[in-house]
T-cell receptor, first 113, second 112 residues
Framework: KQEVTQIPAALSVPEGENLVLNCSFTDSAIYNLQWFRQDPGKGLTSLLLIQSSQREQTSGRLNASLDKSSGRSTLYIAASQPGDSATYLCAVTTNQAGTALIFGKGTTLSVSS | DVKVTQSSRYLVKRTGEKVFLECVQDMDHENMFWYRQDPGLGLRLIYFSYDVKMKEKGDIPEGYSVSREKKERFSLILESASTNQTSMYLC???????????FGSGTRLTVV
């Protein structure tokens, strides 16, 4: 059964730092991997989607990489800002549950000014 | 702007009540999903649906049922609410394939 793990569970950094969030998955047979952001008490917002055939995707200050064979992805956030404070969730799609996303438990990021 | 709308942001119900959580999407998406989110456990899939009147169990379907009579609406039903069903419930929809997921804002349900 596919399992997704995110490390660390929580992270606190000062404004301006570059940081990396980690995601690992147990079964490399994924269709894609997605990163979401969740603000407290809110729904999820899609940040980046990496197809299984891709190595990375970039959007603004965000860069996500995928190493499917080793079951790992990283989300790199450059020049962090207080507005980046949120929970970041990694999710994969496989043939395990139709088209449903399988989520990690998330990394809660706090950026202080 | 495409939307997934969950009818209630906050809901308080009593133990044993039958509870309906409603989700409506305006994107003509085939796929719809219900998750619950709990601290330390993350998002767990309850049920999903590929089409009208079709449903599939997710990882934690016990104590829940679903209804999809129209393409745009996917309802989660708690037949007899219990305190361990206190949680944040998130609905999502997507087109065919493995992309384009849109989430609702969530319903925080408290069962007392």
């Amino acid at each position: 059964k596919q399992e997704v793990t995110q490390i660390p569970a929580a992270l606190s950094v000062p404004e301006g730092e570059n940081l990396v969030l980690n995601c690992s998955f147990t079964d490399s047979a994924i269709y894609n991997l997605q990163w979401f952001r969740q603000d407290p008490g809110k729904g999820l917002t899609s940040l980046l989607l990496i197809q299984s055939s891709q190595r990375e995707q970039t959007s603004g200050r965000l860069n996500a990489s995928l190493d499917k064979s080793s079951g790992r992805s990283t989300l790199y956030i450059a020049a962090s800002q207080p507005g980046d404070s949120a929970t970041y969730l990694c999710a994969v799609t496989t043939n395990q549950a139709g088209t449903a996303l399988i989520f990690g438990k998330g990394t809660t990021l706090s950026v202080s000014s | 702007d495409v939307k997934v709308t969950q009818s209630s942001r906050y809901l308080v119900k009593r133990t044993g009540e039958k509870v309906f959580l409603e989700c409506v999407q305006d994107m003509d998406h085939e796929n719809m999903f219900w998750y619950r989110q709990d601290p330390g456990l993350g998002l767990r899939l309850i049920y999903f649906s590929y089409d009208v009147k079709m449903k599939e169990k997710g990882d934690i379907p016990e104590g829940y049922s679903v209804s999809r009579e129209k393409k745009e609406r996917f309802s989660l039903i708690l037949e007899s609410a219990s305190t361990n069903q206190t949680s944040m419930y998130l609905c999502a929809s997507s087109p065919p394939g493995f992309y384009g997921y849109t989430f609702g804002s969530g319903t925080r349900l408290t069962v007392v």
